[in-house]
DNA sequence: TCAAGTTACGGCGTTCGTAACTATT
DNA sequence: AATAGTTACGAACGCCGTAACTTGA
């Protein structure tokens, strides 16, 4: 779905920078639908990609999916964060300051609720 | 997204059938969305497959997403459709009772609002 | 001549199907 | 024993990136 993405930047090179996917990609991608679909979507310019008539309301016709898969990601993400735990870790000093952060960081972004207790061991 | 044809059919066996991918191909989407998502979509259980609370949420928010889909190619679809042409074809008599009356089918189902005007024409 | 898009092509990852295995009744 | 689901693995398909080409100001 780049074509949402073009008609807000104006272009596929824009697109390509912001998405950290090829013009060539993007621009295939495109062809491909358009051909699927049969329909043309952008007129191709010097200085960019505009939208036709048709083209507008499949932009937002794509930006509605768009929305509802997010919503669909949410949906699941609310569940996911409401494992409620206390998640007791132990580990010598050097795992403390190194390993660990990174961990507990992945961690709180996946489950918000999670309650982390780090205690320092003494290796034996 | 096969998560809303197994809630139709009950379980992965039925969508199978009804969707002509094998049963593995399916099971492994299914446990791949799951583990992606951290969320326990269906239970298991020896006939089929039952979606759990969360699992329905989101079996709920799949259908809306391809109802969203399904939007967007009728959008492309009555674009592409409201091209009104009349096609002039002439060929000899055995094309026009074998491959003219397929091709045609084929244009009436892309370009409904097409007029075809098949000629018979006499070999030199 | 420069900037944007397209075509060609090789490589990689994802997803699929077949076969074999597990589990439940 | 039979049926539904899962695991393993090899193959096919699609998508991407690099490089080269085309086109319009």
Redesign the interface.
């Known amino acids: 779905m780049f074509i949402t993405e073009i008609a807000k930047t104006g272009s596929i090179v824009n697109t390509s920078d912001r998405l950290f996917v090829s013009s060539p990609a993007i621009s295939l991608a495109i062809s491909s639908l358009e051909e699927e ?3 043309k979507i952008f007129e191709r310019s010097r200085n960019g990609l505009e939208p036709t008539e ?1 083209g507008k ?2 932009i937002i ?2 930006q ?2 768009l929305n ?2 997010e ?3 949410q ?3 609310s ?2 964060s409401e494992i409620e735990e206390t998640l007791s870790i132990s580990a010598v000093q050097s795992l403390c300051r190194s390993i660990i952060p990174k961990t507990s960081a992945v961690l709180k972004a ?1 489950f918000p609720k999670i309650t982390l207790q780090i205690k320092e061991a003494h290796p034996s």
């Open positions: 679909l049969g329909v048709i309301k499949l016709a794509a509605e999916i509802q898969i919503k669909f990601k949906e699941a993400k569940d996911s996946k």
